[in-house]
């Protein structure tokens, strides 16, 4: 083993959005030579301290040392030039471009007469490739590549440019079994190298087998720090979770009641590869249910929400029934007509119509009920507009204020708004309270938990546990585009559920766990 | 407590109730009275002002009707334009399927149709030619917009290819030749008067006010700003999004076949090379008129105004006896400032 000097040192790192404090005192240190973990829930801070560590969020309270001096890098082009480099989750390739072109973009070799100097630059590649032992032409254009070779040129291009520090952001999320130990094998070189590596994955026994130092965010603070020789998977989930929910006190359970949505054997074909993004889905929901759905990262829960909602028609088999009838969801026009309301993930980029006022955002699912003789009413709108700033308390200072001046939580409740106008029955609800503070939450929390009681069915995915366990009557959790497990309000625990989201099997009766392994792709 | 409400930090302002009335209304008269509507009327009445010093000639009846009338063209097309562009797209035919529906309608009027073969005439009236303009100017559109939803083809090369279609099927429809001596009652509608104002001025003002009922007031007008919004939040909130481009492309078809008449008539002639490069023309004053070519934000009456802008400017430029070459250099660097004035109004808001 080579010495364990600390390469890099966080030290009380604080960092504050507008009404969120995403990073709260972290503190953690890098040693060069070892493979450190980044463990956390989603939301627990993992993005935003990478995105501190590589440069991106120059601005933060706190200090980084490197190298033992400190520093504060400028940006991510000066993080790069001291050695510190990301890799992300969505590779940033150019798809047209060679591997060569890509791995010296913005630092061409040129020649004495200043032009492109292709056969040092090929060279250079070659060897770096063979480093890595990827066996293909340096000149083969990137998107040719499969996923996992794609995710090695980003490698080359870190070792380039000399990096000491190597971030690598959900490596595995989208390559197979075999690309996945080429990657340990390569991250078993670095490491012999003496580069520092972050590994930030939400799958355990990978980091079982290759970290050798682990950090546990939650909330934005730094839980715990130390070895992973030592560690079991169920000691690293409590710590990940380990926390009251205080979020809100849960519901009484309700009772059985008379199904309002059923969905038969929902599948999804891919269309980026072959295969499917959604495997036999199958469940229901009751008149006045509030069924969470919990999945991590990829697990298929907007995509299935999507499906239901008529945006694949021509990818998607399999039934939805709603009061028993089937539903031909092949638009979004039909599905709404069915009774169904989507409220979408991100709502700035498929939510609302940022340019459009509150008014007209509001109305924009019901307009045909505010005509008058063909044109629209101006007072129709507004009466609807003001009964939904009234009931759902949306704060703004006038509803002709555009949507993109209003705050987060707000514009959450204009898609609310724009949804409940079309008096739907049931509400799939994709994240609804993604990025707003925590008043706001509360609010939609209690609006959900009315709206249920009037005898809406409710689907409500959400990646924050506490969330799902305050919300939920019962809880479906999601791996890799299959139902891999189903609990009740009263059985629920986040480790259960957080084991169950990693890949073990979870059976509702017996309340029994099977081997992680044997996962069919 | 700030003043001003921001984006996203409104929150903390907005917390514990609504906003002070002071914020409510500073912002409630930002949003009534835009600067931004008002510039390209301040720069209008600033050139009208200059050329009137200029020129002795600019500020005279005859001269400003003459200028209205040349405008008229252009409004109709430009209204049917800041349509498409509203909604995040563009057409760049408009100046063929002004020239081929003008063509049509002058040879109907003329020729009529002649089937040797059944030895059979079909003679067109007035209404009947115009109509069958009319209609093929909407079908052509109709097909843009079919073309560009149904295959996903980006705009601007679905309505770059109907432009060479268009002017082949126009050369192809006139042999090349001009089709001229359509009668005096067809050219009443390019040179007439009617209540001591020129007829294209009348029909620029038709289509004006049906366009501003159009956006303002119905359905379709609202989904237009949306889709050019944002479009996959229209898709999700039910919106037929290919229906109403379909529409608004057939729309635009139509205002070329009705501004093709309209030239056709003035000059008692259509010419196969009608309305070249007034695609450009039109985008221009579409532009000018604030109307953001990445969609969802414009009106109809700035585009208007930017029409009537590039009109006057034109004008003033030959009375001025700048020369032809220079005039393109001055409306080009025209258009560029307007972008630029409006981008920077855009950054503000």
Redesign the interface.
Same mark, same amino acid.
């Given at each position: 083993m080579t010495d364990t000097a600390t390469l890099l040192e966080v030290k009380q790192i604080t960092k504050r959005f507008?009404?969120v404090i995403a990073l709260d005192d972290v503190s953690l240190s890098i040693e060069a030579g070892k493979v450190t973990a980044l463990i956390g829930e989603n939301g627990a801070g993992k993005s935003t301290l990478m995105k501190i560590l590589s440069g991106v969020y120059p601005d933060f309270e706190g200090e980084i040392h490197y190298k033992g001096e400190p520093v504060r890098f400028t940006g991510p082009k000066d993080a790069q030039q001291q050695g510190v480099v990301i890799i992300h989750q969505e590779l940033n390739l150019i798809p047209y471009l060679t591997i060569t072109e890509n791995i010296f973009l913005g630092r061409e070799l040129v020649t004495q007469y200043g032009t492109m100097d292709k056969s040092r630059m090929r060279k250079k590649t070659q060897e770096i490739l063979d480093r890595l032992k990827l066996k293909v032409n340096p000149e083969s254009q990137v998107f040719k590549l499969k996923v996992g070779q794609q995710q090695i040129v980003e490698i080359a291009k870190a070792l380039l440019s000399d990096a000491e520090l190597i971030i690598m952001d959900e490596p595995t999320s989208a390559i197979t079994g075999s690309e996945v130990e080429v990657l340990f094998d390569i991250i078993a070189d670095l490491k012999a190298q003496n580069k520092a590596i972050v590994y930030v994955s939400h799958k355990l026994d990978e980091l079982f087998r290759i970290a050798d130092n682990y950090v546990v965010l939650r909330d934005g603070k730094s839980i715990e720090s130390g070895e992973m020789a030592g560690m079991t998977q169920d000691k690293l989930i409590s710590k990940m979770v380990g926390r009251k929910i205080e979020v809100m006190r849960k519901m009484a359970d309700r009772g059985a009641c008379e199904p309002l949505l059923e969905v038969k054997n929902l599948n999804l074909k891919s269309r980026a590869k072959a295969g499917n993004v959604l495997h036999d889905v199958s469940f229901n929901i009751g008149r006045g249910e509030i069924v969470g759905l919990f999945g991590l990262m990829g697990a298929g829960r907007t995509e299935l929400l999507e499906s239901i909602?008529g945006?694949h028609p021509a990818h998607t088999s399999g039934q939805v029934l709603i009061d028993g009838q089937q539903v031909c969801c092949d638009s979004?026009?039909r599905?709404?007509?069915a009774g169904l309301a989507?409220v979408?993930e991100d709502r700035k980029?498929?939510? =609302?119509?940022? #340019? =459009?006022d509150v008014k007209?955002n509001i109305s924009?699912?019901t =307009?045909?009920q505010?005509?008058n003789l #063909?044109?629209?009413s101006d007072s129709k709108e507004c009466d609807l507009a003001d009964h939904y700033i009234g009931e759902l308390r949306i704060?703004?200072?006038?509803k002709?204020?555009k949507a993109?001046?209003?705050? #987060? #939580?707000?514009q959450q409740k204009i898609v609310l708004a724009?949804w409940l106008a079309?008096r739907p029955k049931l509400m799939l609800l994709d994240e609804p309270t993604r990025g707003i503070?925590i008043?706001?939450k509360t609010e939609i929390y209690k609006l959900i938990i009315r709206l249920a009681n009037d005898g809406l069915g409710i689907l409500v995915v959400s990646s924050e546990l506490p969330e799902i366990l305050a919300l939920s009557d019962r809880i479906l959790v999601m791996t890799e585009g299959r139902i891999n497990g189903e609990f009740s309000a009263s059985e629920a625990t986040e480790d259960g559920i957080l084991k169950a989201a990693i890949g073990a099997t979870h059976t509702a009766v017996g309340g029994q766990w099977s081997a992680v392994g044997g996962q069919t792709p | 407590m700030p003043q001003n409400?921001?984006?996203? !930090?409104?929150?903390?302002s907005? !917390?514990d &109730?609504?906003?002070s009335g002071a914020?409510?209304r500073s912002? !409630?008269l930002q949003?009534r009275f835009p600067i931004a509507r008002f510039q390209s009327l301040i720069a209008l009445f600033l050139l009208c002002l200059a050329l009137s010093i200029l020129s002795d000639k600019f500020l005279t009846f005859s001269n400003l009707w003459n200028v209205m009338r040349q405008i008229s063209v252009n409004i109709c097309i430009s209204v049917g334009m800041t349509l498409i562009v509203l909604t995040a797209g563009i057409d760049l035919s408009v100046g063929s399927v002004l020239a081929l529906c003008g063509a049509i309608t002058a040879g109907l009027l003329k020729n009529g149709i002649e089937i040797p073969s059944l030895n059979l005439f079909i003679g067109f009236t007035l209404l009947g030619a115009t109509l069958v303009g009319a209609v093929t100017g909407s079908a052509l559109g109709a097909f843009n917009g079919w073309a560009i939803t149904r295959f996903s083809v980006p705009p601007f090369v679905a309505t770059l290819a109907m432009l060479t279609v268009a002017r082949g099927l126009t050369m192809l429809w006139t042999g090349g030749f001009p089709i001229s001596g359509l009668g005096e009652t067809f050219q009443f509608i390019g040179t007439g008067w009617f209540l001591a104002i020129p007829v294209p001025v009348w029909i620029s003002i038709v289509v004006v006010a049906f366009a501003v009922?159009l956006t303002e007031?119905? +359905?379709i &007008? +609202?989904?237009i700003?949306?889709i050019g919004?944002?479009e996959? !939040?229209?898709?999700?909130?039910?919106?037929?999004v290919s229906r109403v481009k379909i529409i608004v492309y057939t729309i635009a078809g139509a205002l070329a076949a009705v501004g093709g008449i309209m030239v056709t008539s003035r000059l008692d002639s259509a010419q196969p090379n009608a309305g070249i490069s007034y695609e450009l023309d039109s985008i221009a004053a579409v532009v000018i008129g604030g109307t953001s070519l990445s969609g &969802? +934000?414009g009106s109809i009456l700035g585009t208007v105004q930017g029409a009537i802008i590039i009109g006057v400017l034109n004008n003033g430029l030959v009375l001025l006896n700048v020369s032809p070459f220079w005039q393109q250099v001055v409306k080009g660097l025209v258009i560029l400032l307007a972008v630029i004035i409006d981008k920077a109004n855009a950054k503000n808001e």
């Open positions: 507008p009404g909602f945006l979004p026009s599905a709404i007509a989507l979408p980029k498929d939510g =609302l119509v940022l #340019g =459009l007209n924009l699912t =307009l045909e505010m005509e #063909g044109t629209l704060k703004t200072p006038s002709s204020q993109q001046n209003l705050s #987060g #939580g707000n724009k079309t503070d008043n706001a | 409400i921001q984006p996203i !930090a409104g929150e903390k907005a !917390a &109730g609504r906003p914020d409510g912002l !409630a949003n009922f007031k119905t +359905r &007008g +609202r989904y700003y949306a919004g944002n996959s !939040a229209s898709r999700l909130s039910g919106i037929h &969802g +934000r």
